[in-house]
């Protein structure tokens, strides 16, 4: 439990990268890094959280490996919508704001299309309740990084 609440933690972190979009080179290098970490943390949560036998892990790390490759190029997606935002925040204008709302859209979809084509892939590698607990504890990560993001990104003026 204990690497749990520090994985989320650093889950919730990343949100407070998104606080400082579009600034110097080292902000958006230290993202990365962090990024990066979390990627690793939230593997180490999944398979823990999924209680899988040693034949699943076998089967479910290869697949997982390639969903998160392309999850973090979702989130890159995300952290470029953010700071498109910040970039027009001071002087927001609505085709700015239609155009960051289609960003937003589109990152959100992809969200969901990719984990409902990792689910079906899992499906062929675990029973459908592990599938299920899966999408659930992803849906968790994903929300403490949303809900961080939520909590630090103002209000459009």
């Not at 994985?7 to 958006?28: E, F, N």
């Not at 899988?52 to 470029?80: C, G, M, S």
Request: glycine content about 2%; charged content about 25%.
């Amino acid at each position: 439990m204990k690497k749990f609440m520090l994985a989320a933690a650093a889950v919730a972190a990343l949100g407070s990268q998104y606080a400082a979009p579009a600034q110097a080179q080292s902000a958006y290098d230290d993202t990365q890094v962090l990024l990066s970490q979390i990627q690793t943390d939230r593997r180490a949560i999944v398979l823990k959280g999924l209680d899988l036998t040693d034949e699943e892990v076998t089967k479910f790390t290869p697949i997982y490996d390639e969903y998160q490759r392309e999850h973090k190029a979702l989130a890159q997606n995300y952290l470029d919508v953010i700071n498109k935002f910040a970039a027009n925040y001071d002087s927001m204008t609505d085709d700015a704001a239609k155009s960051i709302m289609k960003d937003w859209f589109k990152v959100v979809d992809e969200r969901t299309a990719l984990t409902k084509k990792y689910a079906k892939r899992f499906e062929k590698a675990m029973p459908s309740t592990k599938v299920m607990r899966w999408v659930q504890i992803e849906n968790k990560l994903s929300a403490l990084t949303n809900y961080e993001s939520a909590r630090i990104i103002p209000l459009t003026k």
